[in-house]
């Protein structure tokens, strides 16, 4: 009996033994293809946000760059370009609101559309914006003057719109005042649509990540 014991435990040993490496081969090959694929998702992620911190320079530039051109401008006195401009981005930025919002708003009810209707949201806010801040430039210089108009882009540029709005008001100027804030809070509502819409787009419902176009 105890020899049958000891040949059927060493047929079940035999039957078992495989060398230690094969075994262990499927794990390790599954935990470096692993680690791979985390490295590569890794160097994505890094990559991306390489390039949102190169676009964010970009822009910080330009925009420095703007708000010093127009320091200048109003010291010198030659408002008219700043005017035209302000004229023209106006008339831009009310097409992109009056057409673009609603056609934006109706693409973001498909799936597949709402990154790009992210998007033209984003650039219609940018628009919007740039005119609200060329329109409060040219309004600062003329009822305030050029001391607070350059105290105002000190304050980082954006100081421009308040120094505006309160000028507007101290001269009883209340249809300017009432633009004034209308165009705020319609800059800040399409930015907030836009990037509720681009979260929608990077995660749907269906489990489906759709990567937004900024």
Not at 47 to 68: H, M, N
Request: hydrophobic share 55%; net charge neutral; charged share 15%.
């Amino acid at each position: 009996m105890d020899q049958v014991k000891s040949d059927q435990y060493f047929e079940s040993k035999a039957g078992n033994s495989q060398p230690l490496v094969a075994r262990e081969t499927p794990g390790l090959f599954a935990d470096l293809l692993t680690s791979d694929l985390k490295n590569e998702q890794g160097n994505e992620n890094n990559a991306e946000r390489t390039k949102g911190a190169d676009w964010q320079v970009y822009l910080s530039l330009a925009a420095f760059l703007i708000v010093l051109i127009a320091a200048f401008e109003v010291l010198w006195g030659h408002i008219e370009p700043l005017a035209a401009t302000a004229k023209m981005l106006i008339l831009v930025a009310e097409i992109g609101v009056i057409l673009g919002v609603p056609i934006c708003l109706i693409l973001s009810v498909f799936r597949r559309a709402r990154s790009l209707a992210a998007l033209g949201l984003l650039l219609i806010s940018c628009l919007l914006g740039l005119s609200l801040w060329f329109w409060s430039l040219v309004l600062a210089d003329e009822l305030a003057g050029a001391f607070w108009t350059i105290m105002g882009l000190c304050l980082a540029g954006v100081g421009i719109v308040p120094v505006a709005f309160i000028a507007a008001l101290l001269r009883t100027q209340w249809a300017p005042a009432i633009q004034i804030a209308v165009a705020a809070v319609a800059f800040y509502a399409i930015v907030s649509m836009s990037y509720f819409i681009a979260s929608g787009a990077e995660n749907d419902p269906k489990g489906r990540r759709h990567r937004p176009l900024y």
